[in-house]
């Protein structure tokens, strides 16, 4: 059975219920699936203030556990149009694993989320998939065969290069019904592909 893991970062429960619908996706395609966050950098003074989301019940990950993997699907919020610093804080530690080639052939995808439409979703996405490509990975995005992203009666997220939510800017709006069914349908295609390339 092909092992998935769905890595994420979440300050405030966006990412974190749509890495949950991705492992979802991937469970119906029939993976063995395990859910890991990254480690958080900000102070918890800080982050409690901010009103982090601090109860996050998926284990924190540890670099060397990704190469058990056959498939690694990264998810996070938008920074500025990029990922978060406490991704690529976590991803700049696997230099012992891009060294020795551990991820090359493995399969790969990218979700996040921005409080607005145009906050940088693909521009992030793209920052994801491109450490994931220097390490070797095979990228699965989320095509068209999930038709709702392309839907003009809502506001929704999604791309072509990964599944997407939109917060708004307060991080009121939670991931919509459309766009649990894109991290879904990712999930189910990554999965997928991870069985055919590894059984």
Known sequence: MSKVLVLYYSSYGHIETMAYAVAEGARAAGASVDIRRVPETVPEEIARKAHFKLDQAAPVASIEELANYDAIVVGTGTRFGRITSQMAAFLDQAGGLWARGA???KVGGAFTSSATQHGGQETTLFSI???LLHFGMVIVGLPYSHQGQMTLEEIVGGAPYGATTVA???GSR???VIELAGARHQG???ARTAIKLHG
């Open 103 to 105: 991820l090359h052939g």
């Open 129 to 131: 998939i491109t450490n």
């Open 168 to 170: 708004g800017g307060d």
């Open 174 to 176: 939670q991931p919509s």
């Open 188 to 190: 189910e295609l990554i």
